[in-house]
């Protein structure tokens, strides 16, 4: 999961990271050692080449997770109703008419 969420960020914060030095860090090691997977399967070698582009640019910091308090309180953050969280909530109780009113 943590992973997933290390390639939606980059996803998201392409236009800033690219070209650039940055350093991820994580309370997961999972995610170090997912990079290094000598035999991934197909789900994990498809995340393995979308951070590829940052590889030289990018390194993961393993920081233990009693020292690294404010990832959760950002993990546990609530979001405000906008309408990209309504239409995700709609979406996942199949409530299809009120979904065509809103798209």
Same mark, same amino acid.
């Given at each position: 999961?943590?992973?997933?969420?290390?390639?939606?960020?980059?996803? $998201?914060?392409?236009? /800033?990271?690219?070209?650039?030095?940055? +350093?991820? @860090? #994580?309370?997961?090691?999972?995610? $170090?050692?997912?990079?290094?997977? &000598?035999?991934?399967?197909?789900?994990?070698?498809?995340?393995? @080449?979308?951070?590829? +582009? /940052?590889?030289? %640019?990018? #390194?993961?910091?393993?920081?233990?997770? %009693? @020292?690294? &308090?404010?990832?959760?309180?950002?993990?546990?953050?609530?979001?405000?109703? #906008?309408?990209?969280?309504?239409?995700?909530?709609?979406? &996942?109780? $199949?409530? @299809?008419?009120?979904? &065509? +009113?809103? #798209?």
């Amino acid at each position: 999961m943590e992973f997933l969420c290390l390639i939606w960020a980059l996803e $998201k914060l392409h236009f /800033y990271l690219d070209g650039s030095a940055f +350093e991820v @860090i #994580t309370y997961c090691n999972a995610v $170090k050692s997912l990079l290094n997977m &000598k035999t991934p399967n197909r789900h994990m070698l498809r995340w393995q @080449i979308a951070i590829q +582009e /940052y590889g030289g %640019n990018m #390194t993961i910091a393993h920081k233990a997770g %009693n @020292i690294h &308090k404010n990832a959760d309180g950002l993990s546990k953050w609530a979001l405000a109703n #906008t309408p990209d969280n309504q239409l995700m909530y709609l979406w &996942k109780q $199949k409530n @299809i008419f009120q979904l &065509k +009113e809103l #798209t």
